[in-house]
T-cell receptor
Framework: QQPVQSPQAVILREGEDAVINCSSS?????VHWYRQKHGEAPVFLMI?????EQKGHDKISASFNEKKQQSSLYLTASQLSYSGTYFC?????????????FGTGTLLAVQP | DGGITQSPKYLFRKEGQNVTLSCEQN?????MYWYRQDPGQGLRLIYY???????QKGDIAEGYSVSREKKESFPLTVTSAQKNPTAFYLC?????????????FGQGTRLTVV
């Protein structure tokens, strides 16, 4: 059930772009993206809903392909503050309600 | 300010002991969750609760127990039946279910077995 994220880790120079992918084997109701700094709580970035509505971050974008059960996070012109571990959270059906299952994470390091 | 408070930040447990991790929120959220984080494994769902006095097992509930007697509180007990409890534990809450609403996380409790 756990979605697969790729790549596992990426190193960038400031100003470079990156794409992080998230793929699920289950039908998805929504996809969340979070960023976690070491030893801190994950922070919400974005949520993508079935039907295309997207809510979230100004400088980071994402896509959600419902049919392929995949999402991608796009980081453009990366800044040092973008460093951290990125998690996708996939909302899947679970009995009478839904649950949020997180991926294994992608470690992003932005260097000067 | 509204938010989620987890305590303690660090916790040490002896073999065979039960320990309880606290999670309190003042966001007036209905739903609360416990996740376990291990290196390279992401966040795995232990338990979650949509309303007071109701909770559901997650993917790795064995060796854990919870209660939800008040809307703002969702404590997690790590029992002696949990054979490998050393991990980083995160509590989260959201307004309703996950659809349409983000999850807010506490700062976490790092549990170590000594």
């Amino acid at each position: 059930q756990q979605p697969v994220q790729s790549p596992q880790a990426v190193i960038l120079r400031e100003g470079e772009d990156a794409v992080i992918n998230c793929s699920s084997s289950k039908a998805l109701y929504s996809v969340h993206w979070y960023r976690q700094k070491h030893g801190e709580a994950p922070v919400f970035l974005m949520i993508l809903l079935k039907g295309g509505e997207q809510k979230g971050h100004d400088k980071i974008s994402a896509s959600f392909n419902e049919k392929k059960q995949q999402s991608s996070l796009y980081l453009t012109a990366s800044q040092l503050s973008y460093s951290g571990t990125y998690f996708c959270g996939t909302e899947i059906e679970w009995g009478a309600t839904n649950k949020l299952i997180f991926g294994t994470g992608t470690l992003l390091a932005v260097q000067p | 300010d509204g938010g989620i408070t987890q305590s303690p930040k660090y916790l040490f447990r002896k073999e065979g002991q039960n320990v309880t991790l606290s999670c309190e929120q003042n966001l007036n959220h209905d739903a609360m969750y416990w996740y376990r984080q291990d290196p390279g494994q992401g966040l795995r769902l232990i338990y979650y609760s949509q309303i007071v006095n109701d909770f559901q097992k997650g993917d790795i509930a064995e060796g854990y127990s919870v209660s939800r007697e008040k809307k703002e509180s969702f404590p997690l007990t790590v029992t002696s039946a949990q054979k490998n409890p050393t991990a980083f534990y995160l509590c989260a809450s959201s307004d309703t279910g996950f659809a349409f609403t983000e999850a807010f996380f506490g700062q976490g409790t790092r549990l170590t077995v000594v």
